[in-house]
Every structure is written in structure tokens, then in C-alpha cells.
């Protein structure tokens, strides 16, 4: 669904990625794993056009991204960050519904699809449809964000650190609620974390960044089994179990 050939992207006389060749089959849960300056968020951000590449070719759905406009391309990915980016003075109801309101759904079909998202975030819709974001904690307003992200059914819903703000108990709460999320509607997400653990327990496939370039990319199990090199091993925080 998604395909990297030979990309690169600098900054200036920075390079951010180099080289990146991989695959992100539909339906598949990629964790992009890496410390700050990886390149992690810049692969994401490639993926839906937020950032342009130099070097290579992005393919989505087998067509080049470069073909596509990139409001077009962000509306088939949903987008979800840790910062969250809700319209505060839009009700809850109307931050989630943007997307479908910009791709002229019936009215009724937008009603339906925010109760429904609401409700399977764990947010009951007569209770929080008509609140303002500086009403909800921010457990409520990733909650928000990330039905905001989903309200389109995208076909992939890309994710950069959206938990990392959160607190202990309510990020496992909602990495929960992704993990079940994925398995009911098989949808295509692509994750970016610091956090091993957090990529260990949700992905399907974790692909560990240094430098810009693919450390290890492998399952879960073959990731912990067979760690590539020390590097590997410290995110871990232990040796193959």
C-alpha cells in the first residue's frame, strides 16, 4: 500500500533520511522506533506530503505521491499528533466531523459517524458532543484527535508520538484502544514512537531508525529473538528474550 524507494530528504546541509527502502502492506501495524533525529517523523511525514522528498519515490496504492495534491492525499490518511491541534473554540462534534463536512457528507451521515467514534473511544456521545476542548482532560482530547483522524474511514491513519503527552494509565487506556481498533477494522496504521514498549505491545512490525537510515526491521518477536546490533539492544533495555 505504501512503497519507499531510494528516498532521501535533507535540510539544508542536514540530511534527515537516506536511502529508505520498505514496504507497509494494507492492513499492517508499522511502529517507526528511533531517539529524536532519526528521521522517524520525517519518514511519516513524507508519507502524506506534510514533507516533500528530494530523493526516490513514495508510492501510495502503486500511484506516486507526487501525482496526487496533498489535500487530496491527507484526506485517504488520517493524522493523528501528540499536540492534537482541536479547534478550541469548535464544539467536539464539529472538530471531529472537518473532514467529512470538506468531503460534503449528508448531514446525517456526519451525525452518525462522530456518535459513533465517540462511542468507540469511550467518550459517551450526549456527554461530550457539544463540550469545547478546554472542557475535556488530555486524555479526553486524544481521544478526540485521534476520532478526528478516523472520521473519514482513511484508508491508513498515521500516528506521531500522539500518546507521549499523556500520563501512565491513560496512555495505556488508549493504547489499548487503538490496539483494538486495528484488529477490528484491519486498517493500515503507521505509528512513530520513542518508546519500545509502547511499539512492542501495539505493532505488527517495528522498524528501528538511526541517522536517517533502517537499523532492524522486523517483527516484534524476531526484533526481541534477534536484536541486529548494541544499538538495537539498548532500546530493548535488555538482551533477546
Not at 519515490?57 to 493523528?80: C, N, S, W
Not at 482513511?154 to 493504547?175: H, N
Amino acid at each position: 500500500m505504501i512503497e519507499f524507494e531510494h528516498v532521501g530528504k535533507s535540510f539544508g546541509d542536514t540530511t534527515a533520511v537516506e536511502d529508505l527502502c520498505f514496504t507497509v502492506p494494507g492492513g499492517e501495524f508499522l511502529a517507526l522506533v528511533g531517539s529524536s533525529g532519526s528521521g522517524k517523523s520525517t519518514t511519516l511525514r513524507m508519507m502524506n506530503r506534510l514533507v516533500d522528498h528530494d530523493r526516490g519515490t513514495i508510492r501510495f496504492q502503486g500511484e506516486d505521491i507526487r501525482l496526487r495534491r496533498p489535500e487530496d492525499l491527507r484526506r485517504r490518511m488520517g493524522y493523528a499528533i501528540q499536540s492534537i491541534g482541536l479547534f478550541p473554540h469548535w464544539s467536539v462534534a464539529r472538530n471531529i466531523a472537518t473532514v467529512p463536512q470538506l468531503l460534503g457528507w449528508p448531514r446525517a451521515r456526519i451525525e452518525a459517524r462522530v456518535d459513533e467514534l465517540l462511542a468507540m473511544l469511550g467518550l459517551e456521545p450526549a456527554r461530550f458532543r457539544n463540550r469545547r476542548p478546554r472542557e475535556l482532560s488530555g486524555g479526553q482530547m486524544q481521544r478526540v484527535g485521534v476520532a478526528r483522524a478516523l472520521a473519514a474511514d482513511p484508508e491508513v491513519l498515521l500516528m506521531d508520538e500522539p500518546f507521549g503527552a499523556l500520563d501512565p494509565v491513560t496512555r495505556r487506556s488508549l493504547q489499548g484502544e487503538m490496539a483494538r481498533i486495528h484488529r477490528a477494522s484491519g486498517k493500515t496504521i503507521v505509528l512513530v514512537t520513542h518508546d519500545m514498549e509502547e511499539a512492542l505491545s501495539l505493532a505488527t512490525r517495528i522498524m528501528l531508525m538511526d541517522q536517517g537510515r533502517i537499523v532492524q526491521d522486523a517483527s516484534p518477536a524476531q526484533l526481541q529473538a534477534d536484536p541486529a546490533n548494541d544499538l538495537v539492544r539498548s532500546f530493548l533495555g535488555r538482551g533477546p528474550r
